[in-house]
């Protein structure tokens, strides 16, 4: 087990509450017989996580944007990411429907996590690739973006992959398309621009650092 959790105290901190995250997410779920299939790359991506964590150095800035996109894909996991209620949270905390006010005829949450998945980690992929490939910040950065595009498009690939073979009768709701034909390359572009945000907003502060030195 020690040598799945990270050796900083405050990594340490952050993972065990998210595998208490992650366990009280799996209490009785409303899709029991997806949930597996919607935690397998959770559970590689923890392990993988824990495992790295001891052998590279990871900033905290970096391991904190990890453990955030956990988080979020871990509850959009327990709800099948279309079935999501923040519609019914909205009207029972603030008395608004969301979807109403911003006129929404699908479940946005899928969207917001691809967007979500470039926004938080490009920084933790340009930070490895510039630290132990030794690439420059630039390269780093560019290969980062390449890293979110490659892999939110074989995601995407392999995610349809296990809906036809293992849930073909719940396709649509497993890959969370929600009618939308063109749904897949929509979340790619999502995760490519968040990578962009994220990426630029770096570079802008490291600019404006060397500028006040």
Known sequence: MSKILPADQYQKVLFLFYLVFFAGSCISPPYLQFLLMQHVPTVLAALLLGYVSNRFVISRFSFSLIILFLCLHTFGARYLYSYVPYDAWSENLLGINVSEVFGFHRNHY?????????????????????????????????????????????????????AVVFTPDWADQFLGQQGDIFDAQKDMALATTGAIISISVVALIDRLCMKAR
């Open 110 to 162: 899928d969207r917001v996590v691809h967007l979500s998945y470039g926004l938080l980690l490009a920084i933790p992929v340009q930070e490895f690739e510039h630290r132990y490939l030794g690439l420059s910040k630039v390269l780093s950065s560019l290969f980062a973006l390449e890293f979110i595009i490659a892999t939110s498009a074989s995601y995407e690939m392999i995610e349809w992959l296990v």
